[in-house]
């Protein structure tokens, strides 16, 4: 079965400074792998996805990560945080052939913007 | 409207009450899901719709739980008999297809006292 561990619980920078979100994945097969956004009582957003087309993956609002294979990570990075950045992160891998649609979430980062 | 509607926004129920929860999917949306996220977790997945058809609940924790889509667009995510444990956000999501990018809603926060 895949799975996503998101290594910080936390992260906190100051505005105008990267942002760096870890992910590692495991699994048996070539994965899709997303980043998704949590806004305080919202529904989550789709940042951005990986499904083997190019490595780096641009996505929305400045972010991209990059999907490593020898190191089973999907790291998120955005060069300069804004304060508007502040919310939840999670990071998804999509489940193998015709259960694509299943979605299997990390426990999620919760960033921190400080002025 | 343009996204995923869901509601109610919040729901207090007593411990045995049933309830139950809507979700409006984007129109022309074929592919529904259903997730419960506990606090201070990521979303689970509950059940997957395509059309009317429930395609999925593998999910689904317990026979309390029931969903239905009878005219493929309008979503009800029913719980019987609720018990504290069922207390969670529930999100609702669509997407064109099963494998295109999932929308999801705002969400209903319900609290079993």
């Known amino acids: 079965a895949q799975s996503v561990t998101q290594l910080d619980s936390h992260v906190s920078v100051s505005e105008g400074t990267p942002v760096l979100l870890r992910c590692n994945y495991s699994s048996s097969y070539s994965p899709s792998l997303f980043w998704y956004v949590q806004h305080p009582n919202k529904g989550l957003q789709l940042l951005l996805k990986?499904?083997?087309?190019?490595?780096l993956v641009k996505g929305i609002n400045g972010f991209e990560a990059e999907f490593k294979k020898s190191e089973t990570s999907f790291h998120l990075t955005k060069p300069s945080a804004h304060m508007s950045d502040a919310a939840e992160y999670f990071c998804?891998?999509?489940?193998?052939?015709?259960?694509?649609?299943?979605?299997?979430f990390g426990k999620g980062t919760l960033l921190t913007v400080n002025p | 409207g343009a996204g995923v509607s869901q509601s109610p926004r919040y729901k207090v129920a007593k411990r045995g009450q049933d309830v139950a929860l809507r979700c409006d999917p984007i129109?022309?949306?074929?592919?529904l899901f259903w997730y419960q996220q506990a606090l201070g977790q990521g979303p689970e997945f509950l059940t997957y719709?395509?059309?009317?058809?429930?395609?999925?609940k593998s999910g689904l924790p317990s026979d309390r739980f029931f969903a239905e889509r009878p005219e493929g667009s309008v979503s009800t995510l029913k719980i019987q008999r609720t018990q504290q444990e069922d207390s969670a956000v529930y999100l609702c999501?669509?997407?064109?297809?099963?494998?295109?990018?999932?929308?999801f809603g705002d969400g209903t926060r319900l609290s079993i006292l």
């Open positions: 999501a669509s997407s064109l297809e099963r494998n295109q990018p999932q929308h």
């Open positions: 998804v891998v999509s489940a193998r052939g015709g259960s694509n649609y299943k979605l299997t």
């Open positions: 129109s022309g949306h074929v592919s």
């Open positions: 719709f395509q059309n009317e058809a429930q395609l999925d």
């Open positions: 990986y499904t083997s087309a190019a490595t």
